[in-house]
């Protein structure tokens, strides 16, 4: 078993593939990838100005994302651990409490 505390932060390239699932469901954009043998889930809500396509880089399965460094990397450790990941774009700039439908 590899010991994830002492690499670099950003050399997951042996570890993990950015693979997403992407669809756009109610007008906003719901990304997620599950990783083998999942053993807990991480749900990312992005901050004003963001979008759930900032969370992994531009694929073939994601031709619109983004991957910026510092959401891409939440992901990477989140999948080297086993943990599915989802985020949710929301509609409008910020999120709205009691808004989102």
């Known amino acids: 078993m590899c010991d994830l ?6 050399s997951f390239d042996s ?3 950015l693979d997403p ?6 007008g906003t954009d719901l990304i997620w990838q599950i ?12 901050g004003c100005n963001g979008r759930a396509l900032n969370f992994w880089d531009k694929s073939c399965n994601c031709p ?6 510092e959401e891409r990397l939440i992901v990477l450790n989140a999948l080297a651990r086993n943990f599915v990941v989802i985020a949710v774009s929301s509609k409008r700039v910020c999120w709205s409490i009691g808004e989102e439908r």
């Open 5 to 10: 505390e002492n690499q670099k932060w950003n």
């Open 35 to 46: 990783p083998n043998l999942p053993k807990a889930v991480l749900f990312l809500a992005h």
């Open 64 to 69: 619109n994302c983004i991957g910026l460094p």
């Open 21 to 26: 699932t992407v669809e756009l469901r109610n």
């Open 15 to 17: 570890l993990v593939q």
